[in-house]
């Protein structure tokens, strides 16, 4: 599978949990889905599985690549450079470091880079609930 179809499958994959799911819920879900990538290709490659391995590389990058390519310059500005730009280093960095001989804690740090920009996320969710009274679908509280 090429990297474009692997993108591509990473947009269709955001764009039906952004349908399933609110779109905070859908971003921490994705990461979630990275980080877990990122910890098979590292069991991967430490079993030898080489294969395996980039193939779970590469659905990791693909999610990261999905989350930059669906931010929104004009609404977000700053923040949404920002984030595309960590994005983008995150990519970078795993992809720098798979293969090589401190992957593993180079992962570790990658990985924790996505747990902190998960739990981020997770607090800009909860202040939002909390902001945002729950209704039922009548209307009523």
Sequence with gaps: MTQS???QRASQAYRGAAVAVPPLRAV????NGAISSLQKCLQAQEARCFEEGHAHLTRATAILRGLSLH???VRG???ADRLFETYNSLIVAALRAYGRPHMRE???RIMASLSE???AWEAVEAAARAVRPSTDPLGRR
């Design 71 to 73: 931010l929104d310059p």
């Design 106 to 108: 180079n992962f570790q």
């Design 117 to 119: 920009l998960r739990e």
């Design 5 to 7: 179809s692997l993108a």
């Design 28 to 31: 921490i879900l994705l990461l």
């Design 77 to 79: 500005r700053a923040v």
